[in-house]
T-cell receptor, first 117, second 113 residues
């Protein structure tokens, strides 16, 4: 299967600071990337859909000014958590799709565990 | 609103048994169906996908799709303790690769040695 990487894998930051998480598709070009958040023992929650060269589409209830998404190239999308607070502590996971076919599979990165102190 | 329902579980089976995981979906226009496995503290891993009615086998895993009944299942034969994880059913509609997946809440499977 296709490989998606995330960096960093784990980050601890202080309340009020911003954190950037990178998502890269290593062996394919990702037309679309998705960002998810998952709290302990809960389901995946889609935050936004990101297409290369265009603005991200955010899910209802997700603050676009707080979670800035940039999809600068076909292999890189970034999520910036601005003015992070302890309630933003979570497991952030990206995924990527290679093409525009309904049959194209979605591959997940390994995730980034964010802790805000 | 598109919904995907999975039995809440948890499901516990002895080693060597067949584990059966089920999923129903509400959108009759759904075209692609995926099963992901998620170990505790890790991200989901794609293990099976199916697009056509019937069965699709890959090693110990068999995915079954019945579009008329809006039902998709995953069978794990000869279950191993390493299969213990949460299994997520996901469904995609007809709009193409950029369309988001709709996930079920997941079923936790425990395989007892």
């Amino acid at each position: 299967g296709a490989v998606v990487s995330q960096h960093p894998s784990r980050v601890i930051c202080k309340s009020g600071t911003s954190v950037k998480i990178e998502c890269r598709s290593l062996d394919f070009q990702a037309t679309t990337m998705f960002w998810y958040r998952q709290f302990p023992k809960q389901s995946l929650m889609l935050m936004a859909t990101s297409n290369e060269g265009s603005k991200a589409t955010y899910e209802q209830g997700v603050e676009k000014d707080k979670f800035l998404i940039n999809h600068a190239s076909l292999t890189l999308s970034t999520l910036t958590v601005t003015s992070a607070h302890p309630e933003d502590s979570s497991f952030y996971i990206c995924s990527a799709v290679a093409g525009g076919s309904v049959k194209d599979e979605q591959y997940f990165g390994p995730g980034t565990r964010l802790t805000v102190t | 609103q598109k919904e995907v329902e999975q039995n809440s579980g948890p499901l516990s089976v002895p080693e060597g048994a067949i584990a059966s995981l089920n999923c129903t979906y509400s959108d009759r226009g759904s075209q692609s169906f995926f099963w992901y496995r998620q170990y505790s503290g890790k991200s989901p891993e794609l293990i099976m996908f199916i697009y056509s009615n019937g069965d699709k086998e890959d090693g110990r895993f068999t995915a079954q799709l019945n579009k008329a009944s809006q039902y998709v299942s995953l069978l794990i034969r000869d279950s191993q303790p390493s299969d213990s994880a949460t299994y997520l059913c996901a469904v995609k509609g007809p709009q193409g690769g950029s369309e988001k997946l709709v996930f079920g809440k997941g079923m936790k499977l425990t395989v007892n040695p």
